[in-house]
């Protein structure tokens, strides 16, 4: 028995596949019809759990293309469940509310937000919120838990803060009898401090360390980066996954995080032992005098890992899987690899 966990190379977005022999687990939405080619290839028949982490369109791909999903795929997968971020509902029927020009964006809204009121009467697929203390999801060895946002925290950020999204963004602790994995979302900002002000303070009853970290915003590195690299020194990981963009216009993979995760690498106290990406980026094929000058990533996207899959075992063991192998050949390609610490980070 395994528990896997896929990346899908999905550029500046994240969408992963969680495996049991009993669950299919799904968390993000970006890029949707990679997703859907890999859930055809893969000949899955139901999902037990889909967790939308927040509202970006690079994590979920709006209630219209939502419902499409749903009613596109009903009669080949069966949906068990699906979490959604907080408020989706109450901002859409605003927007429908507020129309006032027959706005035909607005009008499929309508259609979708009807659609769903059906399915959600039928109760297929479920409905939810998720937070900290909340429901669990618990199938055999696997359990999937939720360690931000909490329910007052979500409530109290969202009255106080308008936008910011990336802050409530929901991050989940996978956990396969020994093995274990935090998915970080988009997590930044107050929400990092919040998140990490509550692993700290219960860090004595309780073990956050992890095998697998997924980096937090596609690589990108907060104003409060002391925050991050405290919270991944905390949760200690042996490898870290960055789901990445070549193309995108953020300058991600961000040099500062790069550097923070080499000197996560060559502390002798700490376990990290490799970090990986899915796509290639900029910090890793220019100098830091061309990139000093560039306004966008690179002009295609080219893989780097590309799909990358964790085979863990209950026992804590895990092994690696790279689409493009083997990947340490495709890194010696790359003149200013972060990862073969041949980057020009300053």
């Known amino acids: 028995m395994t528990c896997e966990i896929t990346f899908l190379p999905v550029g500046n977005a994240d969408s992963i596949v969680i495996q049991t022999d009993i ?4 968390v993000d939405l970006g890029k949707l019809d990679v997703l859907e080619s890999w859930l055809q290839e893969h000949e899955i028949s139901r999902i037990h759990r ?13 209630l219209i293309r939502l419902k499409d999903f749903i009613t596109d795929w009903q009669e080949i997968i069966s949906i068990d469940k699906i979490h959604l971020p907080y408020k989706v509902f109450e901002i859409a029927r605003k927007k429908v509310s507020s129309d006032k020009n027959n706005d035909p964006k607005i009008g499929k809204l309508r259609l979708a937000l009807k659609s769903i009121s059906e399915l959600e009467k039928r109760r297929k697929p479920k409905f939810s919120h998720i937070a900290r203390d909340g429901e669990e999801y618990s199938d055999g060895l696997l359990k999937i838990e939720a360690l931000h946002p909490s329910q007052y925290y979500v409530e109290n950020h969202s009255a106080l803060i308008a936008g910011k999204l990336n802050e409530i963004s929901t991050v989940l602790r996978v956990s396969y009898s ?3 994995a935090f998915l970080l979302a988009d997590i930044e900002g107050e929400g990092l401090t919040e998140l990490l002000s509550f692993l700290k303070e219960n860090s ?8 697998i970290v997924k980096i937090p915003h596609h690589g990108a590195y907060p104003k409060n980066g ?9 949760i200690d990981a042996e490898l870290a996954v960055l789901s990445v963009g070549s193309t995108n216009r953020y300058d991600h993979v961000q040099p500062e995080l ?14 990290l032992d490799k970090f990986i990406c899915t796509e290639v980026t900029r910090t890793c094929k220019h100098p830091a005098s061309d990139r000093s000058t560039m306004t966008k990533g690179l002009s295609e996207a080219q893989k780097c890992a590309g799909e990358i899959t964790i085979v863990a075992k209950k026992t804590g063991q895990w092994n690696l ?3 493009v192998d083997p990947h340490n050949e495709q890194v010696k390609i790359f003149k200013y690899a972060a990862c073969d610490k041949r980057g020009e980070l300053d």
């Open 23 to 26: 669950s299919t687990i799904i």
């Open 50 to 62: 889909i967790y939308i982490t927040h509202a970006h369109s690079d994590h979920f791909p709006s």
């Open 178 to 180: 020994k093995f274990s």
């Open 204 to 211: 004595d009853s309780e073990d956050f360390t992890a095998n």
């Open 226 to 234: 002391d925050e991050l690299q405290e919270l991944l020194a905390l």
């Open 258 to 271: 790069f550097k923070a995760l080499i000197d996560l690498q060559d502390n002798k106290d700490k376990r």
């Open 321 to 323: 899987k790279t689409e």
